[in-house]
Antibody, heavy 121, light 107 residues
Framework: EVQLLQSGGGSAQPGGSLRLSCATSGFTFSSYAMSWVRQAPGKGLQWVSTISGSGTNTYYADSVRGRFTVSTDKSKTTLYLQMNSLSAEDTAIYYC??????????????WGLGTLVTVSS | DIQMTQFPSSLSSSVGDTVTISCQASQDIDNYLNWYQQKPGKAPKLLIYEASNLEPGVPSRFSASGSGTHFSFTINRLQPEDFATYYCQQFHSLPRTFGGGTKVEIK
């Protein structure tokens, strides 16, 4: 059974940093792309970032490029999102998601429970 | 960026009804479209991928079709557990983009 266990998140001040983690199990981690998708309070879904199963390719939404960094630790089968220079517009529930494919974001077929990130002074 | 427009944004229906949701892409995305269901306080769930392929374990009352710029998603014989918000998502181009969602409510 695929499991995605999220941790991290919480509150940060504008300009601050947070790191999200997503510990996975139940599938061959290096065979599937992993992504972050966020949802602002009461709003729709927004794709944030994807990393290929090999870890060699990363993709970002324009709104986070240069501020957020996606990475993986294959030995821990864990996905990370380092978020720097946070602003109020980054306030959202962040979901990690496993993809059906290995090299980029195609379809998110398993999701974590989500973790709330609140950016406020 | 490819804009995904869903309509209606919300609808009210009764158990047993048939519901259809539309999703329009701002440019041709072939059949590179997925549909998700999200219930309040829960993570989204993939229901259909590549425009018409039902995800394993998803009831057959869910179906979808379309290609190019116009897509539709149908729920036959609406069940109480189907009341949720539904999103389309394109994977033709980066950035991946979602429709604004359609909330299916109980009449």
């Amino acid at each position: 059974e695929v499991q995605l266990l999220q941790s991290g998140g919480g509150s940060a001040q504008p300009g601050g940093s947070l790191r999200l983690s997503c510990a996975t199990s139940g599938f061959t981690f290096s065979s599937y792309a992993m992504s972050w998708v966020r949802q602002a309070p009461g709003k729709g879904l927004q794709w944030v970032s994807t990393i290929s199963g090999s870890g060699t390719n990363t993709y970002y939404a324009d709104s986070v490029r240069g501020r957020f960094t996606v990475s993986t630790d294959k030995s821990k089968t864990t996905l990370y999102l380092q978020m720097n220079s946070l602003s109020a517009e980054d306030t959202a529930i962040y979901y990690c998601a496993k993809d059906k494919e290995g090299w980029t974001a195609i379809a998110f077929d398993s999701w974590g429970l989500g973790t709330l990130v609140t950016v406020s002074s | 960026d490819i804009q995904m427009t869903q309509f209606p944004s919300s609808l009210s229906s009764s158990v047993g009804d048939t519901v259809t949701i539309s999703c329009q892409a701002s440019q041709d995305i072939d059949n590179y479209l997925n549909w998700y269901q999200q219930k309040p306080g829960k993570a989204p769930k993939l229901l259909i991928y590549e425009a018409s392929n039902l995800e394993p374990g998803v009831p057959s009352r869910f179906s979808a079709s379309g290609s190019g710029t116009h897509f539709s998603f149908t729920i036959n014989r609406l069940q109480p557990e189907d009341f949720a918000t539904y999103y389309c998502q394109q994977f033709h181009s980066l950035p991946r983009t979602f429709g604004g969602g359609t909330k299916v409510e109980i009449k």
